[in-house]
T-cell receptor, first 112, second 111 residues
Framework: DSGVTQTPKHLITATGQRVTLRCSPRSGDLSVYWYQQSLDQGLQFLIQYYNGEERAKGNILERFSAQQFPDLHSELNLSSLELGDSALYFCASSASSGPEQYFGPGTRLTVT | ELKVEQNPLFLSMQEGKNYTIYCNYSTTSDRLYWYRQDPGKSLESLFVLLSNGAVKQEGRLMASLDTKARLSTLHITAAVHDLSATYFC???????????FGKGTRLHILP
């Protein structure tokens, strides 16, 4: 158990809908990262937040957005969902003192 | 654009054998990560390599980094079935925390 929690574990929704994925980092970790893992795209970095501020952006679509709240939990919002958005979404956290990232269990999103 | 290439992408081997997974990357970076992923599970951090010549070992796995050659290796010694998993290398893009992953090496160890 990495100490990173994600909810929900599974999410099934229809095209065009909007969903919110939630992540709680390990206690004391200030950085939160979001990743998407799909069969055709592999593992892709989406976005990073550090202590509430956006720090790095990867291949995140404009339909997706994220934020980190004062209590350091983070949410990833996915809107106007398409079939191709079906994937595993992982959150990871790291301490300010080191580069190692600890991954949560993931949220499996299925868009029908 | 940073590219990370792993090979092989699939490896089937027998218990007791040694093998090496290679990870090449295309631009300068001095932070390289190795992760393990079991089917349907999350990623588990194995090694973080921070400098040229770094070598880390944990059990039957040993990772090394050559930043001049832009190459990292993950060596498996006397493989056992429990090491069957997918192994990813990932590279930090210029220390700005954008991490680029390789496609993963699916390792299947036959008992």
């Amino acid at each position: 158990d990495s100490g990173v929690t994600q909810t929900p574990k599974h999410l099934i929704t229809a095209t065009g809908q909007r969903v919110t994925l939630r992540c709680s980092p390990r206690s004391g970790d200030l950085s939160v990262y979001w990743y998407q893992q799909s069969l055709d795209q592999g593992l892709q970095f989406l976005i990073q937040y550090y202590n509430g501020e956006e720090r790095a952006k990867g291949n995140i679509l404009e339909r997706f957005s994220a934020q980190q709240f004062p209590d350091l939990h983070s949410e990833l919002n996915l809107s106007s969902l398409e079939l191709g958005d079906s994937a595993l979404y992982f959150c990871a956290s790291s301490a300010s003192s080191g580069p190692e990232q600890y991954f949560g269990p993931g949220t499996r999103l299925t868009v029908t | 654009e940073l590219k990370v290439e792993q090979n092989p992408l699939f490896l089937s081997m027998q218990e007791g054998k040694n093998y090496t997974i290679y990870c090449n990357y295309s631009t300068t970076s001095d932070r390289l990560y190795w992760y393990r992923q079991d089917p349907g599970k999350s990623l588990e951090s194995l090694f973080v390599l921070l400098s040229n010549g770094a070598v880390k070992q944990e059990g039957r796995l040993m990772a090394s980094l050559d930043t001049k050659a832009r190459l990292s290796t993950l060596h498996i010694t006397a493989a056992v079935h429990d090491l069957s998993a997918t192994y990813f290398c990932a590279v930090d893009m210029n220390r700005d925390d954008k991490i680029i992953f390789g496609k993963g090496t699916r390792l299947h160890i036959l008992p």
